[in-house]
Nanobody, 121 residues
Framework: QVQLVETGGGVVQAGGSLRLSCVAT????????MAWYRQTPGKQRELVAR???????NYADSVKGRYTISRDNGRNTVYLQINSLKPEDTAVYYC???????????????WGQGTQVTVSP
């Protein structure tokens, strides 16, 4: 089974930066789209940014200009660079990937366990 492991979260002051990483492991598989979501208590998980296998990206309006998603296909890794952090960026950030093993005909959606980002005023 494909496993996604996020790292890079933490506590940072407003105006600071963080870089989140998410690596996919679990054998030989191919990955199509990858994305980052975030969730705060009592709210639905929301899409922050996504990137296709060929590098096309799109972002939630609330993070455009401050967040940058990128990926390293050779390392099955997706990154999220967050600059000019604001207290409202505080959330658990989840990695998502659509992946399939060579013997599968369809891509499946996989999630990481989440990494906490806390921005202090």
């Amino acid at each position: 089974q494909v496993q996604l492991v996020e790292t890079g979260g933490g506590v940072v002051q407003a105006g600071g930066s963080l870089r989140l990483s998410c690596v996919a492991t679990g054998g030989i598989f191919s990955i199509s789209g990858m994305a980052w979501y975030r969730q705060t208590p009592g709210k639905q998980r929301e899409l922050v940014a996504r990137i296709t296998s060929d590098g096309s990206t799109n972002y939630a309006d609330s993070v455009k200009g401050r967040y940058t998603i990128s990926r390293d296909n050779g390392r099955n890794t997706v990154y999220l660079q967050i600059n000019s952090l604001k207290p409202e960026d505080t959330a658990v950030y989840y990695c998502n990937a659509n992946a399939k093993y060579y013997y599968e005909s369809v891509y499946r959606s996989y999630w990481g366990q989440g990494t906490q980002v806390t921005v202090s005023p």
